[in-house]
T-cell receptor, first 111, second 113 residues
């Protein structure tokens, strides 16, 4: 019940495409859902986050869609660029200091 | 402002050896975390601390110990390394807990032979 299931494991898109990464959870007590971006050889960095009281949040080319009834949330990257090639992690938290991370999606954007 | 730094960046150990990983942050954060990252398994929390002098177990604490003697430092120890502890270790810190952004260090790649 504490798991966050992330898919797909890897994704290849052409430049300008819209990759979509999905996450699903079971624990209805989760109330904070961040996405982290990690480049090779670096630590993860916060990209965007959402609370369950909104269904969508946009920051630049990155959008989180949240479906509370389905217990799912997803990351969309508009007009993807080769510089977006990285590993993306979704996470969830109940506010008890701890994140539960998904298993990660390796994205490659072809030039 | 260096953020979160980790020492060392790489290390190779033999089974049974011990070592300590050092994490330091200069953001005056209360909360600090140690994660391990393994292929296909994402980031898993080993131990965390909600303030100087406090530590608590995460998802995968077995085989590790931690100490937070100073607010800015969080140490992760392996008393008797095992090949299963081969991983990339990340330290993170945050100002106020899980709903605040966690800032990650660059990682330590550990290989246990």
């Amino acid at each position: 019940q504490q798991q966050v299931k992330q898919s797909p494991q890897s994704l290849i898109v052409q430049k300008g495409g819209i990759p979509i990464i999905n996450c699903a959870y079971e624990n209805t007590a989760f109330d904070y859902f961040p996405w982290y971006q990690q480049f090779p050889g670096k630590g993860p960095a916060l990209l965007i986050a959402i609370r369950p009281d909104v269904s969508e949040k946009k920051e630049g080319r990155f959008t989180i869609s949240f479906n509370k009834s389905a217990k799912q949330f997803s990351l969309h990257i508009m007009d993807s660029q080769p510089g977006d090639s990285a590993t993306y992690f979704c996470a969830a938290s109940t506010g008890t200091y701890k994140y539960i991370f998904g298993t990660g999606t390796r994205l490659k954007v072809l030039a | 402002n260096a953020g979160v730094t980790q020492t060392p960046k790489f290390r190779v150990l033999k089974t049974g050896q011990s070592m300590t990983l050092l994490c330091a942050q200069d953001m005056n954060h209360e909360y600090m975390y140690w994660y391990r990252q393994d292929p296909g398994m994402g980031l898993r929390l080993i131990h965390y601390s909600v303030g100087e002098g406090t530590t608590a177990k995460g998802e995968v604490p077995d085989g590790y110990n931690v100490s937070r003697l100073k607010k800015q430092n969080f140490l992760l120890g392996l008393e008797s390394a095992a090949p299963s502890q081969t991983s990339v270790y990340f330290c993170a810190s945050s100002r106020g807990g899980a709903v605040d952004e966690q800032f990650f260090g660059p990682g330590t790649r550990l290989t246990v032979l």
